[in-house]
């Protein structure tokens, strides 16, 4: 069975702090994905990164950054410089590409605060 | 431009009055979902359909159905709703593809059961 496991539930840190958030997760599958969504105050999920299995390389995306570890089966994500707009509940997902969809497994969600 | 739009935003219903929701694309995707969330908890997967082939979660309750009439739309009906039904309910979508693209959700709709 898979499994997404996000072992922080809140983290508080001030403004321009750098804070990453932890992801691991368990699966059989060779192929798969894995997703981060930041889930505002409004509820609706938006959609950050995905990554397939065959891809480890780390990726960069402004104040955002991703460290794939297959070794370790970690998914993590960085969020340098932080700013209040980043307050929000992020959640880490996998999946397998089964029959064209796409099944996503989340963890339960690390909620971040970025106080002033 | 393209997205996926859920109506309405927020749905009040009464004990056991059947209610639907809709979710309407423009991304041409071929894969839609539907998922739960209750509150302080993650999404959980109902169902999806691939075009029209309707696949459901083994735990997902026979109080939840689906339709999906056309490429653009889908809705998901509670035949009889219950308290334990409140919660956000999230439409998704992908496309049968390979590399990174990614799978979007809509704003999602709010039920409140009464």
């Known amino acids: 069975a898979q499994k997404v496991t996000q072992a922080q539930t809140e983290i508080s840190v001030v403004e321009k702090e750098d804070v990453t958030l932890d992801c691991v997760y368990e699966t059989r599958d060779t192929t798969y994905y894995l997703f981060w969504y930041k889930q505002p105050p409004s509820g609706e999920l938006v959609f950050l990164i995905r990554r397939n299995s065959f891809d480890e390389q780390n990726e960069i995306s402004g104040r955002y950054s991703w460290n794939f570890q297959k070794s370790t089966s970690s998914f993590n994500f960085t969020i340098t410089a932080s700013q209040v707009v980043d307050s929000a509940v992020y959640f880490c997902?996998?999946?397998?590409?089964?029959?064209?969809?796409?099944?996503?497994?989340f963890g339960q969600g690390t909620r971040l605060t970025i106080n002033p | 431009d393209a997205m996926v739009i859920q109506n309405p935003r927020y749905q009040v219903t009464q004990f056991g009055k059947p209610v639907t929701l809709s979710c309407s694309q423009t991304?041409?995707?071929?894969?839609m979902y539907w998922y739960q969330q209750k509150s302080s908890q993650a999404p959980k997967l109902l169902f999806h359909y691939y075009d029209k082939d309707f696949n459901n979660e083994a735990d997902t309750p026979d109080n939840f159905q689906s339709r999906r009439p056309n490429t653009s739309f889908c809705f998901l009906d509670i035949r009889s709703p219950g308290l334990g039904d409140a919660a956000m309910y999230l439409c998704a979508t992908s496309k049968r593809t390979s590399g990174n693209g990614g799978k979007f959700f809509g704003p999602g709709t709010r039920l409140t059961v009464l």
């Open positions: 991304l041409n995707h071929n894969v």
């Open positions: 997902a996998l999946s397998s590409q089964i029959q064209g969809a796409q099944k996503l497994v």
